[in-house]
Each structure stands twice: as C-alpha cells, then as structure tokens.
C-alpha cells in the first residue's frame, strides 16, 4: 500500500517540486580540485534518526582522479567547496569530516560505507552524478540509487527513494566497510568554524 501510494503521488510531487540550478565558475571549480592520493573509492553516506530508525538524507563521496561529493538536495554548503548541481569539489579531509559532523546531531548519526573501487569505476560514477543535474527535494536516495545502478560491482542496487534500504543494499556489495559516526565523536573534530558563506571575506583561511 504503501508503494502504491508513492507512486500516485509521485508525479504530482515532481511537478511541484523542482530543484534550483546551481553552477559555481570554472575558476572557483578548478582552483578547488582536490586529489587525496587514496586508493580509489566510493562511499555512501546516510543520515538515520536515533529515535525511528528512519533515513533522512543520502549522499556519496567519490574518490578518484579527484575527490568530489554528491549531496542531491542536500543543505550542506561552505565556499571552499564550490557546487554544480549539488556535486561539490574540494572536498579534503578536513571538508569530509566538517561534512559527517554537519549531519551528525543529537538526534541523527550518520552511517558511512565505503569501498574500494577500480579507478575507472569511480570516474565513470563522478561523470554520472556530474551530469545528473540538480536534484528536487525529497529525492536524494532516487537519485543516488539511479546513479549507482549498473556500475560493476554494484548489481546489488536497485531503484529506491528510501535512504535505510538504499543502506542496506549498499552494505551487500563485496568490500564493503561500515561505521557509525554520532554527534560527539571525535572522529568529526574538523578544526572549521561553521560560518555562512557572506561572513567569508577576502582572504580568509580554513582554521587549524
């Protein structure tokens, strides 16, 4: 009952609900590139309520020639990383854990899974998510699920619009490794000062 009804509604929801375009300059995009000189690999992020058990948000972080994060719909901003349609660049180690600590609140942790992949298995996945375009509200576990489906090593990934079983398909894929990160964890000391984007000025560094 519960897919018919999503299904009824679906549509109408799309109709409503479209996504804002966003395009950072090819300077600010070039200037960002960052290589972490890691094994290359994929990782599925998702964010669960402690109280329910139920998914509130999916994202990938994507290592290879140069390491970028797919945040489809998501809130997650900071102007060292620069965005294209919810693909944001930059995304150093400092970045990854100012992203999970982002998420990672009183009431939700977040579960990481990562892989290690084929160099050409993480480019062709940047090149999927790159073109996917910006993604509606609502619509981050669809559009992470569309983007995985057919990749080697990722037959295990059906369609979905549910971040918790979008999980538990991904924790299926051979290699896998998974942690729980909670608000707290000093896994997540990042060293950032959380500021908005028009408090940057001129010059500015990234603290620590």
Same mark, same amino acid.
């Given at each position: 009952?519960? /897919? ?26 070039? %200037?960002?590139? +960052?290589?972490?000189g890691e094994a290359p690999s994929i ?6 309520? %402690?109280?329910? !058990?139920? !998914? ?16 489809p719909a998501g809130t997650w901003k ?7 349609? #919810? ?6 180690? /400092? ?9 990672? /609140?009183?009431?939700? &942790?977040? %579960? ?7 160099? #050409?298995?993480?480019?062709?996945? /940047? ?25 080697? !090593? +990722? ?5 979905? &619009? ?8 991904? !924790?299926?894929? #051979?290699?896998?490794?998974?942690? #729980?990160? &909670?608000?707290?964890?000093?896994r997540n000391v990042h060293g950032i ?16």
């Amino acid at each position: 009952m519960r /897919r018919l009804i999503l299904c009824l509604l679906l549509p109408l929801f799309l109709a409503a609900c479209g996504a804002e375009p966003v395009w950072a300059p090819d300077d600010a995009v070039r %200037k960002a590139a +960052f290589s972490s000189g890691e094994a290359p690999s994929i990782t599925l992020y998702t964010v669960i309520s %402690k109280n329910t !058990g139920a !998914g509130g948000h999916s994202s990938l972080l994507i290592d290879g020639n140069e390491r970028v994060l797919f945040d489809p719909a998501g809130t997650w901003k900071y102007p060292y990383a620069p965005e294209r349609n #919810d693909v944001h660049y930059g995304m150093t180690e /400092r970045m990854r854990k100012f992203y999970i600590d982002y998420h990672a /609140r009183e009431d939700w &942790y977040v %579960k990481v899974q990562k892989v290690y992949v084929p160099l #050409d298995v993480a480019e062709e996945l /940047r090149r999927r998510v790159e073109a996917y375009g910006a993604v509606p509200k609502s619509m981050c576990a669809n559009s992470v699920s569309s983007s995985l489906r057919g990749l080697p !090593g +990722f037959e295990e990934i059906s369609h979905t &619009y549910f971040p918790v079983p979008l999980s538990e398909m991904f !924790g299926k894929v #051979d290699g896998v490794v998974s942690e #729980d990160v &909670y608000d707290g964890d000093p896994r997540n000391v990042h060293g950032i000062q959380m500021i908005r984007p028009d408090e940057v000025t001129h010059g500015r560094t990234i603290g620590g």
